[in-house]
């Protein structure tokens, strides 16, 4: 995923995983990084106002690792993933999109109860889901309420499990995609977008690629 941060929104995400090492004894902690595949239906360009638009993913506890293909075990950890609701063609600084739809948890919950700076809450939600019986997943439904071109774009998550070594490892979900047949890309060209997105935050922001993004989903609702 094309990213560029500035230092104070890199620090933000350390301490968006709740990692923690004892200040009397520095460490090294190992990161572990990992890449959702998200289902979307109905796939579609547009949409009426009214439809549903699912979101779905599940795999397996044991999770193989996409910096190093060894295996990590989750079998009781709890997860979260960004999720972006943009309304394209709107200006850096006034971006919205996320009121703009109603959500239906089905398993998981996509709410915005961890971000308190209220510019990013006109466009950001975290989707929480847990671990159990072998399988971690989520399921969610948005459901469009305002006419206009929009794009989900899947963000960086962690994953928290029980770790009671000195120094914890730090378990992200990066490289995030959506699994569809057409990114609908066309869309930003009729928008005349052509430049990644700037993300006005608290901690300073940072530029997002959702052109060259398989984890950005464009589409119409009309």
């Not at 060209?189 to 935050?201: G, M, Q, S, V």
Request: charged share 20%.
């Amino acid at each position: 995923m094309r990213i560029k941060f500035n230092h104070i929104a890199v620090l933000s995400i350390l301490l968006f995983t709740n990692f923690q090492c004892d200040e009397d004894n520095l460490c090294d902690p190992v990161i572990n990084i990992a890449a959702l595949n998200v289902d979307l239906s109905p796939e579609k360009k547009e949409y009426l106002i009214g439809d549903t638009i699912l979101l779905k993913t599940d795999f397996s506890t044991l999770l193989t690792l996409t910096n190093s293909n060894e295996k990590l075990m989750i079998d009781s950890g709890m997860c979260n993933l960004g999720l972006f609701v943009l309304k394209l063609g709107m200006q850096p600084d006034s971006l919205v999109g996320f009121s703009d739809f109603d959500i239906v948890n089905i398993i998981g919950e996509l709410n915005q109860d961890l971000i308190w700076d209220q510019i990013e809450k006109r466009y950001k939600g975290i989707v929480n889901f847990n671990c159990n019986d072998d399988k971690c997943e989520f399921k969610i439904g948005l459901i469009p309420k305002v006419k206009g071109s929009y794009c989900f774009a899947l963000y960086i998550g962690s994953i928290m499990i029980q770790d009671t070594t000195l120094c914890p490892s730090l378990n992200k979900l990066n490289d995030n995609k959506f699994n569809v047949n057409s990114y609908n890309r066309e869309i930003y060209k009729e928008l005349d977008i052509h430049y990644p997105i700037l993300l006005p935050t608290f901690t300073g922001g940072g530029y997002w690629d959702i052109i060259d993004n398989d984890g950005a989903f464009a589409f119409k609702v009309k």
